[in-house]
């Protein structure tokens, strides 16, 4: 017979009333329910818990180490519930967050300061991950939402684009490329081409005619955006990259970025969660702020 909490809130009412008439009162119920309600506890037990037979109820030896230990057992589940509620409010109020390296990293951490301004108790707990990661990430449930670059489309996710990051030929400040206001795509041939790992190569070739594709494979295929600039600013190769993500390097003119002439080269951002994930009040506050156009620096 399974005992339920509510039975043994009732056995330590009646405890400290010393009888039936005032526990079942308070509990609402008659003192007859009350009374076979401890008769039920010592069935289960197999023990004698009180003293039925006195004018004053009493517990025997055995019901006071049973009454003791079912406060503590009370206290544990009023607890347990409090901490429960105190994590239902707090998870409800935080957004867990993945993001890839290429946006995450520059234009996410950009505008995450304007959310929280906008949000001020909501929280953003944000984990930076290669694309793939990501979209793991979010379909083994581990996070809300995941920001990505060239999301793929799978039965399971939604998927919400939210940009197109223009890519841009970045190269050393005097490349012979630099000056000119763009290139074309075709200006690329032979070039010692650096390319970053994040960023599939593959998609910017898709413009490129199959013909003509050999002559853009990279020369050097780098896992770290840093190392990445600093090949580039070492003269070692050019590297197409989003332009946001050397936007700080070609204001200091440690990098130059020309922007393609035929075309337009971008990356697709996206928002990714999985079509059977219930979107609480928080993360849908957050899909809204990441579809709306981004502030302007400044």
Request: glycine letters at 4%.
């Amino acid at each position: 017979m399974r005992v339920h909490t509510r039975t043994l809130r009732l056995f330590c009412d009646v405890v400290a009333n010393h009888g039936y008439t005032r526990a079942a009162h308070a509990q609402g119920c008659t003192p007859a329910h009350a009374s076979q309600s401890v008769a039920e506890l010592e069935g289960v037990f197999g023990i004698r818990l009180a003293q039925h037979d006195c004018a004053r109820f009493t517990l025997t030896p055995a019901g006071v180490v049973f009454h003791a230990d079912t406060l503590k057992l009370i206290a544990l589940e009023s607890n347990l519930k409090r901490d429960m509620n105190r994590s239902r409010a707090t998870t409800a109020r935080t957004i867990q967050l993945a993001s890839c390296y290429s946006y995450g990293l520059h234009q996410l951490q950009a505008r995450l300061p304007h959310f929280q301004r906008a949000q001020p108790k909501l929280d953003v707990s944000v984990s930076y991950q290669p694309i793939a990661a990501v979209h793991k990430l979010v379909l083994d449930r581990a996070v809300d939402l995941g920001v990505v670059a060239y999301p793929r489309r799978l039965r399971e996710l939604v998927v919400e684009l939210i940009s197109a990051e223009r890519l841009v030929l970045v190269l050393p400040p005097g490349h012979r490329l630099a000056v000119g206001p763009a290139v074309p795509v075709m200006a690329l041939r032979n070039l010692d081409i650096i390319a970053w790992a994040e960023l599939p190569w593959a998609h910017f070739l898709a413009k490129v005619p199959d013909s003509q594709r050999a002559l853009f494979e990279p020369r050097h295929e780098v896992r770290d955006l840093e190392t990445v600039k600093q090949m580039v600013q070492r003269s070692l190769g050019v590297a197409v990259l989003p332009a946001a993500t050397v936007a700080s390097e070609v204001a200091d003119q440690r990098l130059a970025a020309v922007p393609f002439a035929d075309g337009q080269y971008s990356e697709p951002v996206g928002l990714i969660y999985r079509k059977d994930h219930k979107l609480t009040p928080a993360v849908k506050a957050f899909i809204q702020f990441m579809k709306q156009p981004q502030p302007q620096a400044g």
